[in-house]
């Protein structure tokens, strides 16, 4: 089946949520850099770690302690997420555009669900912060099910909360285990390269089906185009 055929089909779309929906790296940054104090570490410049802030705790901790503390990773992860918790949504913010993508996807009756790797925990602490996600009913998080991406599990499960079959739908996201994801649940994968990749990263073997520089060129693709 070509890809033209496979847009044809589309009938839902998928998010992943940080580097995709929304900028979190500012506050994992900063986060981050609470540690760091903590633990009389120098603080992390932002250039630095936003592109591994799709990562989570333990890659940008990596970044701050290397693999020197692995005994300590259990007492830094929760001083991590413990100073995140305590400020999630502080600058925070939805990629330009984003919000008017929604708002059209919604408006040509795309079904739309977010699939993250972050906590189910903090997920919902987050999002209620961004009134205009509210409308996204199903969300699957790193935690909902026992694995998580780059495993096809969750999109599969998030494809079934919405009632229409994986090969129906968009996978979006801006790390090589969303791209992996996708491809092994039989998604039209994009490559959201406008979020938090590396210089030491590779996108064009992660082989996804298309690239956006935006959001909004999301729009572009035949099958939100055409319909």
């Not at 847009?7 to 540690?35: E, H, M, R």
């Not at 302690?65 to 005994?71: A, I, K, P, S, V």
């Not at 602490?125 to 409308?135: D, S």
């Not at 780059?150 to 919405?162: C, K, R, V």
């Amino acid at each position: 089946m070509t890809t033209t055929d496979r847009d044809s089909l589309v009938k839902a779309v998928l998010f992943d949520l940080d580097g995709t929906l929304l900028d979190t790296a500012p506050d994992l940054g900063a986060a981050l850099n609470i540690v760091c104090e903590q633990y009389e570490r120098p603080a992390i410049d932002a250039e630095v770690f936003t592109p591994i802030a799709s990562h989570g705790s333990r890659g940008l901790l990596k970044l701050a302690f290397g693999d020197n503390d692995t005994h300590r990773e259990t007492e830094l992860r929760h001083a991590f997420l413990s100073a995140y918790k305590n400020n999630i949504a502080t600058h925070t913010q939805p990629y330009p555009g984003v919000l008017e993508l929604l708002a059209v996807l919604q408006r040509k009756s795309f079904k739309i669900a977010i699939v993250t790797n972050k906590p189910e925990r903090l997920t919902h602490l987050l999002l209620p912060h961004f009134p205009e996600f509210e409308a996204i009913k199903v969300v699957v998080s790193g935690d909902t099910l026992s694995v998580a991406k780059p495993s096809p599990e969750p999109l599969f499960h998030a494809a079934e909360q919405l009632g229409v079959e994986p090969a129906d739908c968009i996978y979006v996201g801006d790390a090589e285990r969303d791209i992996e994801a996708g491809r092994n649940a039989g998604m039209v994968t994009v490559l959201a390269a406008y979020g938090y990749i590396s210089n030491e990263d590779q996108p064009l073997r992660w082989q996804a089906d298309y690239h956006i520089a935006s959001p909004l060129a999301l729009l572009e693709l035949p099958a939100i185009a055409n319909s």
